[in-house]
């Protein structure tokens, strides 16, 4: 009878044994279950988070390509009200001056006089030039 018990209690130590071990096998499946369901919440996250960036991205590529439209600092010269802007043919070197004559009795509503207004082409030399209009 003590082979017996001994037997049984060899068992019931193999059972608890194994019992214990399925308890942490247990703990560290849900461990591990919590740390895939977390990463999966961040690839969700991150998934988001790039498509508004993607956006950003585009959005900024398209105000470059409209920023790089405009004119640039050096080519500004004089933008005063009442001033005039010449714009120059850059591969040539040649700015075209078209003027026509008005006329008006109120300084308000003004209309061409017949006749042909007046051109004149300039070729520009390298280097910073300053031109006025005089009478």
Known sequence: MAQKDAAIEFLQNIVAALVDERA????????????????????????????????????????????????????????????????????????????????SEDLITWTPVAGPGVSQTLTLPEGKRFYRFAH
């Open 24 to 103: 942490d096998l247990v703990d560290e499946r849900d461990v591990v279950i919590a740390e895939r369901d977390a990463l999966e919440a961040t690839a969700v996250s991150n998934a988001t988070e790039i498509a508004l960036l993607e956006g950003t991205v585009s959005s900024n590529a398209t105000e470059i390509a409209l920023l790089s439209q405009r004119p640039t600092l050096k080519e500004v010269r004089d933008g005063r009200p009442g001033s005039v802007l010449l714009g120059v043919d850059s591969e040539n070197g040649l700015v075209v001056l078209d003027f026509t004559v008005e006329e």
